[in-house]
């Protein structure tokens, strides 16, 4: 398929993707979720999918966790860009993965902040407001620093 899609959702909580995709496509984005993460990479694997522009993925799923679901798709799909969330607090990322890291539960405006500038950092390769950090709902964006269109070449 050639139809190229803003994100897929991707976390083993039903509501967290009905909110999530419920919020993105309220927007306008283009969006598809997905409970299974087994099921997500069979169909990313068949081709049976579009594309995403950005993969929101849980860290912590049963079947296929956040680290390796990015690693397997990475191997296919090298320029997938990728934005974490995650409930836990003190959990290790391998930061070169993804652009943005989002700690559950998030308000609706981080969401969206996080989409844009992730979608802004794919389409126009810089943004003083995306940094491969760590997004929280009082913190904002690192002002200071600039991505690359690979966020995964962070140091």
């Known amino acids: 398929m050639n139809e ?31 409970t299974s993460s087994g099921d ?9 999918l579009p594309l995403p522009k950005c993969v929101i993925t849980d860290i912590s799923m049963p079947e296929v966790g956040g680290k390796r679901l990015m690693t397997e798709i990475l191997a296919q799909q090298a320029d997938q860009h ?3 969330m995650t409930g836990y607090t003190g959990e290790s990322f391998e930061k070169h993965l993804a652009c943005v890291y989002l700690r559950k539960p ?33 913190e904002g964006f690192v002002e200071a620093w600039e991505c690359p269109v690979d966020c995964r070449d962070c140091d």
């Not at 997500?40 to 694997?45: G, S």
């Not at 969206?112 to 979608?119: E, F, G, W």
Request: aromatic fraction near 10%; hydrophobic fraction near 45%; charged fraction near 20%.
């Open 4 to 34: 190229r899609v803003d994100f897929h959702v991707i976390d083993d909580s039903g509501d967290i993707v009905d909110f999530a995709v419920a919020v993105l496509q309220a927007e306008g984005y283009a969006c598809l979720g997905f």
């Open 40 to 48: 997500y990479l069979k169909q990313v694997e068949s081709g049976s």
């Open 82 to 84: 990728f934005i974490v």
């Open 106 to 138: 998030f308000l609706v405006d981080t969401l969206l902040d996080a989409a844009r500038a992730t979608l802004h950092c794919i389409r126009f390769g810089t943004s003083p407001q995306i940094g491969c950090e760590t997004l929280g709902d009082n």
